[in-house]
């Protein structure tokens, strides 16, 4: 059964350095999400993108955050200049008619 | 805006009891709804959905159905294992399943032998 891969599983970084999360969508699909979930608490859409570029982004998306399709399988989601608050399980999801989610990658910033 | 309500957990039952979980909703016009569940150390998958009102969405025992009158969709199940171990997010979109979902903050279900 295909599925949403992402990478890495785990991330630290320091407060101020730049990360950059990958993540594989079902290979048919194309409409890509990025969601977070700040430990204990719902799971928070940050932003969608549909046809190489973003359709929708919410309030948390602001320009410290950035996506990209850099090839035909990839979609990322970078973070300039990450804060301690940035900490977040994220996860990538793709959709035909619903979304299906990675596994998530877990941010740590120290 | 959207928004989504769950009961708070954890819920904690033994095998074989009856499960429910409540999720009300607020949305404008006619919202997709679905129930995701996180098993330890995963990522959130679809367990069920239903795109209209009185659509009954199932899926491995789990049941819930789309009650526009009571803006509800409440998952159930009848009898549930160990193995259903897992937080329950309930979930809503717009009318296309291709618009970002809004999540309830999730209820956490323990199941003891």
């Known amino acids: 059964e295909p599925e949403v891969t992402q990478t890495p599983s785990h991330q630290v970084t320091q407060m101020g350095q730049e990360v950059i999360l990958r993540c594989v969508p079902i290979?048919?699909?194309?409409?890509f999400y990025w969601y977070r979930q700040i430990l204990g608490q719902k799971v928070e859409f940050l932003v969608s993108?549909?046809?190489?570029?973003?359709?929708?982004k919410s309030e948390i998306f602001d320009d410290q955050f950035s996506v990209e399709r850099p090839d035909g399988s990839n979609f990322t989601l970078k973070i300039r200049s990450t804060k301690l608050e940035d900490s977040a399980m994220y996860f990538c999801?793709?959709?035909?008619?619903?979304?299906?989610f990675g596994p998530g990658t877990r941010l740590t910033v120290t | 805006g959207n928004s989504v309500t769950q009961m708070e957990g954890p819920v904690t039952l033994s095998e074989e009891a009856f499960l429910t979980i409540n999720c009300t909703y607020t949305?404008?016009?006619?919202?997709?709804l679905f129930w995701y569940v996180q098993y330890p150390g995963e990522g959130l998958q679809l367990l069920l959905k239903?795109?209209?009102?009185?659509d009954k969405g199932s899926n491995k025992g789990f049941e819930a159905t789309y009650r526009k009158e009571t803006t509800s969709f409440h998952l159930e199940k009848g009898s549930v294992q160990v193995s259903d171990s897992a937080v329950y997010f309930c979930?809503?979109?717009?009318?296309?399943?291709?618009?970002?979902?809004?999540f309830g903050k999730g209820t956490r279900l323990s199941v003891i032998a």
């Open positions: 999801a793709s959709s035909e008619t619903e979304q299906y």
């Open positions: 290979s048919n699909h194309l409409y």
């Open positions: 993108f549909y046809n190489n570029e973003i359709s929708e």
């Open positions: 949305a404008t016009g006619y919202p997709s």
């Open positions: 239903a795109t209209k009102a009185d």
């Open positions: 979930a809503l979109s717009g009318i296309s399943g291709n618009t970002p979902l809004v």
